[in-house]
């Protein structure tokens, strides 16, 4: 899709080749809407190129594909997804999949309608978030990217939705499509900003991760299976980024949560390992103590005093 010349009804018109999305998107008064959806299991395909004046997004649930873009004048470009990844790709753009072997995908596709009712337009969402302007405005015909949990489930959580979904009640697929192009631009923007260096990107979700999780009992399997890298190469990758194994990290992560309790609740010390995820009140003392110089009672304790005098300092 490129440009927007005008509507043909509801619907956009006068879709030319050219990059991403329609240019006119940051100045039309529009909105997304899903025009197709399936979840799909390929055993071996070779699709011819077609088009269609829609959007699309082909994402990898489990095994391989490829997937051929055939920009106007110019070769066929391959791109080749595993578990994960996905490609968001202008339908008006020459397009096909191949599958070798076995590939279990989800695709929607979505086109651009006149806005109605009351939620913002394609040009207000952008103009509040950069990286959805950046997105809009990209000249490339596609993007691929990779990610395992957030775009997969709100994917997921789309196609229930619209399955759910009574005639009349649209604006939840709305609001969750909307949702979805914001999660992917900003996706696409830590892509371009970390350029070559993926290695800082799996850092990145690694703690992204970890303080998500702190509460819970993980290890660094559990990071790396996140991340999907192998966890002798994300530990040693993360020690290189921040200094740090992850389980540090992880650990001085929790003593900082600990001293925000033990600040601003009345949780009882007794109770603070759980929320924290560390086994026992005994091993939470003594890496408390060893983080901070205090134990947990005495840092309270000394919290309290200089809460006390600071309050009558502004008195």
Same mark, same amino acid.
């Given at each position: 899709m490129a440009n927007v010349s005008g509507w043909n009804g509801s619907e956009l018109d006068g879709w030319e080749p050219g990059g991403l999305f329609p240019q006119k998107l940051m %100045?039309?008064?529009?909105?997304p809407e899903v025009s197709a959806y399936y979840f799909k299991e390929w055993n071996g395909?070779? !699709? +011819? %190129? *077609? @088009? *269609?004046?829609?959007? $699309?997004? !082909?994402?990898?649930?489990?095994?391989?594909?490829?997937?051929?873009? #055939?920009?106007?004048? $110019?070769? $066929? +470009?391959?791109?080749h997804l595993t578990k994960g990844g996905f490609i968001l790709l202008d339908g008006t753009v020459p397009h096909r999949l191949l599958v070798t072997g076995r590939c279990r995908m989800l695709n929607i596709e979505f086109r651009f309608v006149e806005r109605d009712g009351v939620l913002p337009s394609t040009k207000q969402l952008a103009e509040g978030e950069e990286a959805l302007a950046a997105l809009f405005q990209n000249p490339a015909p596609y993007v691929v990217l990779r990610e395992f949990h957030d775009v997969h489930q709100l994917l997921k959580n789309l196609v229930l939705e619209l399955d759910a979904a009574e005639s009349g009640q649209e604006l939840m697929p709305q609001l969750m499509l909307a949702e979805l192009l914001i999660r992917i631009a900003r996706l696409h923007q830590e892509y371009v900003e970390a350029g070559p260096d993926t290695q800082s990107m799996y850092v990145r979700q690694c703690i992204e991760y970890l303080y998500q999780n702190y509460d819970r009992s993980i290890q660094v399997k559990d990071a790396a299976e996140h991340v999907r890298l192998h966890p002798g190469y994300l530990q040693r990758v993360f020690k290189q980024k921040t200094g740090m194994s992850i389980m540090e990290y992880l650990n001085a992560y929790r003593m900082d949560k600990t001293a925000m309790l033990l600040r601003q609740t009345e949780i009882p010390v007794a109770d603070i390992a759980d929320y924290v995820g560390i086994?026992?009140?005994?091993? %939470? *003392? %003594? !890496?408390? #103590? #060893? *983080? @901070?110089g205090q134990t947990p009672v005495e840092y309270r304790k000394a919290s309290r005093i200089a809460g006390y005098v600071d309050s009558r300092d502004v008195q």
């Open positions: %100045l039309a008064d529009c909105r395909f070779d !699709m +011819a %190129l *077609h @088009t *269609h004046d829609s959007s $699309e997004i !082909m994402y990898v649930i489990d095994g391989n594909c490829s997937v051929g873009v #055939k920009p106007f004048g $110019e070769n $066929e +470009a391959v791109v086994g026992s009140r005994q091993y %939470l *003392h %003594l !890496m408390f #103590k #060893k *983080h @901070t």
